[in-house]
């Protein structure tokens, strides 16, 4: 099983719309977790983080289950400029130390 | 205040060549990592330094790859011979020690195909 799991879509969703996506991760004793975005042959980039209280960012929710190990990223109203991968990122290890573990993303199409 | 930067951008080398990557991280930033994106796959952790110190090198595929931060400023990511299966994306980022926040800045990679 992969330390992080993510559906790789695409997700082809019309503008306007509200979509979801999950990210699954295997290691319990994972302390942060991230929401990153890619576009198209570019670096990732931070999104957000997720907090156990889970929270918002206008268009953008963040929510963490520890019970089920995974967490979610909510877009409200989506934009053609959302299209882009969203990249779950998994650090077990809390402190200074941050190895980073990634999901192969999902693909979010905005269609017109 | 400049990114992280990576040189070169692409690289096209023959199988069993040399080639060395470039990584300078945000200055002040004393942590910098190495990712590898091969086609298709997720990023991979290579390697994370902090400041001149190897701090974890568990996914470094094998000996071929060599990482170095002299002076802890920038990196070098030598890969000596090349083979196919080195093709891919790496990518560098860094962070600051204990800023209390995990943000990692990406560079925008060194797109490395072997032929």
């Known amino acids: 099983r992969k330390e992080v799991e993510q559906d790789p879509g695409p997700f082809n969703v019309p503008e306007g719309a509200t979509v979801a996506f999950n990210c699954t991760y295997s290691n319990s004793a994972s302390q942060s977790f991230f929401w990153y975005r890619q576009d198209c042959r570019k670096e990732p980039k931070l999104l957000m983080s997720v907090y156990s209280s889970g929270n918002e960012d206008g268009r953008f929710t963040a929510q963490l289950n520890r019970a089920s190990q995974y967490i979610s990223l909510l877009i409200r109203d989506s934009k053609l400029s959302d299209s882009a991968t969203y990249l779950c990122v998994v650090i077990p290890n809390s402190g200074g130390y941050q190895k980073v573990t990634f999901g192969i993303g999902t693909k979010l199409q905005v269609i017109p | 205040e400049a990114g992280v930067t990576q040189f070169p951008s692409h690289s096209v080398i023959e199988k069993g060549q040399t080639v060395t990557l470039r990584c300078d991280p945000i200055s002040g930033h004393d942590n910098l990592y190495w990712y590898r994106r091969v086609m298709g796959k997720e990023i991979k952790f290579l390697l994370h330094f902090v400041k001149e110190s190897k701090q974890d090198e568990s996914g470094m595929p094998n000996n071929r790859f060599l990482a170095e931060r002299t002076g802890g400023t920038y990196s070098t990511l030598k890969v000596q011979p090349a083979e196919l299966e080195d093709s891919g994306v790496y990518f560098c980022?860094?962070?600051?020690?204990?800023?209390?926040?995990?943000?990692?800045?990406f560079g925008p990679g060194t797109r490395l195909t072997v032929t």
């Open positions: 980022a860094s962070s600051q020690l204990s800023s209390g926040s995990y943000e990692q800045y």
